[in-house]
């Protein structure tokens, strides 16, 4: 696990900006594994700037996201769809066609994380994975006790979980109870995996990622055992470490 320490917000954002455009440069058709969240907000506004001002194409990149919530409509403001719509693939040129969430609006979820899983593999897999960290050491919305084998499946949410994404919704109890999300085993088959990290709030998790040890009660402590991992994280993230 490389890690790059960096001072702020700002700096982790455009450092992952910089590894996804390079990333989109040598590879045109890179299959681009994102996730959403206040963390990755700034990164995207990069990449968007980017997009405008240097012109880096994603006309042939393929997207797929970590995760969404049951039970939201896709256009619903809360939807993992709407924040990627919003935030990212309006401002820059990929088609929408060549963007994959899974559908937290299917009848049939379970079919649904099935597809999901075997669309990521007829894409190839993922060549760049960007992973956030949930304050409980979530990654997608996999949560303490989640097993390392697991693909893409159906969650309840932990519910410190939901009440650190309340701050989206208008109460508490407007946050959904489930999500569909990639499995460990899903994630940890992406070729490099970049895990980024800001703010005191995350300083506590990130002590346990440190510590080293592999359990499921750090979902997130899994990456230790992947070759090609690299962490961005920022001094507050990194303040207790
Ligand atoms: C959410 C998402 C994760 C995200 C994490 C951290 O619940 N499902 O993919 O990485 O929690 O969110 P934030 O960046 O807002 O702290």
């Given amino acids: 696990m490389k ?14 900006a910089d590894i996804i455009i390079s990333q989109v440069k040598k590879k045109p058709d890179s299959v681009l594994g994102l996730a959403t969240g206040s963390t990755m907000l700034g990164t995207y506004q990069q990449l968007v700037q980017d997009h405008q001002q240097n012109g880096t194409s994603y006309r042939n990149v393929r997207t797929v996201n970590l995760d969404e919530y049951i039970g939201l409509s896709l256009d619903h403001p809360n939807s993992y769809r709407y924040y990627m719509n919003q935030h990212l693939f309006f401002h820059i040129d990929i088609p929408l066609s060549q963007t994959y969430i899974p ?5 049939d979820v379970e079919a649904e994380c099935k597809r999901y899983e075997q669309l ?18 979530h990654i997608g919305f996999n949560e303490p006790g989640t097993s390392f084998s697991a693909p893409t499946h159906v969650v309840e949410l932990a519910p410190s979980t939901r009440q650190a994404n309340a701050r989206f919704f208008p109460s508490l109890e407007d946050v959904p109870r489930q999500a569909i999300t990639m499995g ?3 994630i940890m088959k992406s070729r490099h995996i970049v895990l980024l990290a800001s703010g005191t709030a995350k300083a506590p998790i990130m002590v346990k990622l440190f510590e080293g040890t592999v359990t499921a009660d750090v979902p997130a402590s899994v990456l230790h055992t992947h070759p090609n991992v690299t962490v961005i994280a920022d001094e507050e993230a990194l303040s207790l470490v």
């Fill in 103 to 107: 559908n937290g609006a299917s009848d």
């Fill in 184 to 186: 460990i085993a899903t």
């Fill in 3 to 16: 890690l790059i320490e960096v001072a702020n917000y700002e700096e982790m954002s455009q450092k992952a």
């Fill in 120 to 137: 990521i593999e007829n894409l190839g897999g993922i060549d760049l994975q960007i992973l956030g960290i949930g304050r409980n050491g």
